[in-house]
């Protein structure tokens, strides 16, 4: 009870239907792998392999190698703060948890109680209607990678954003639309 439990009632109703996006995460999860297979197959197979194989001039060699291998570790990092960004719980509410007491009413706020979870709202915690919990730190729900992003996956995310910038530089121009549209995708999920 209490008037937080009635907020964040009234925060969840709205989103029930909304419990069909958990569904449509899965769809991105095979759009984003769609999208890496294509720029990898733009990038490495079409554009900058061949080159390597083929030999010849000395810089052209080079350089193609130093792309390739660039481009291989932004792949490798961007992937795994993806899937760590999945796969992280955004950061759970302990069972049980209570405010600390005095702290809490020097500051003047009520204790705050999630009646979904029934337990406790740290400060900065919100519950999330299609995870159905309460996420430390919440920062949005990003239907891109299926979670919430929140205070224990907050890094990885940031770190992924910043990976898939610097493999656009790899990205031929036919490519680069794609590229382009994917990015504003995810750019305006991040201020969701
Ligand atoms: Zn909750
Ligand atoms: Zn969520």
């Known amino acids: 009870?209490?008037?937080?439990?009635?907020?964040?009632?009234?925060?969840?109703?709205?989103?029930?239907?909304?419990?069909?996006?958990?569904?449509?995460?899965?769809?991105?999860?095979?759009?984003?792998?769609?999208?890496v297979a294509a720029s990898y197959y733009a990038v490495v197979v079409y554009a900058w392999g061949p080159l390597l194989l083929r030999g010849g001039n000395g810089g052209t060699v080079a350089a193609a190698a130093f792309v390739l291998a660039a481009f291989h570790l932004l792949l490798i990092m961007m992937l795994w703060c993806?899937?760590?960004?999945?796969?992280t719980n955004p950061g759970a509410v302990p069972e049980n948890w209570r405010h600390a007491a005095e702290g809490d009413e020097e500051?003047?706020?009520?204790?705050?109680?999630?009646?979904?979870?029934q337990n406790g709202k740290p400060p900065r915690c919100h519950h999330c209607s299609i995870c159905d919990r309460c996420v430390l730190k919440m920062d949005h729900h990003c239907v891109w990678v299926v979670n919430c992003v929140g205070?224990?996956?907050?890094?990885?995310?940031?770190?992924?954003?910043?990976a898939r910038k610097d493999m656009e530089v790899y990205i031929d121009f036919k490519n680069r639309k794609t590229w382009k549209s994917f990015n504003e995708k995810l750019q305006r999920c991040l201020v969701l």
């Open 107 to 117: 500051q003047g706020h009520a204790p705050r109680y999630c009646s979904r979870c």
């Open 82 to 87: 993806y899937f760590m960004v999945v796969f």
């Open 1 to 35: 009870g209490g008037p937080d439990g009635m907020e964040c009632l009234r925060r969840v109703n709205p989103f029930r239907a909304c419990a069909g996006l958990r569904v449509l995460g899965y769809l991105m999860l095979a759009l984003v792998a769609a999208i």
């Open 151 to 162: 205070a224990r996956n907050y890094k990885y995310f940031l770190l992924f954003l910043v």
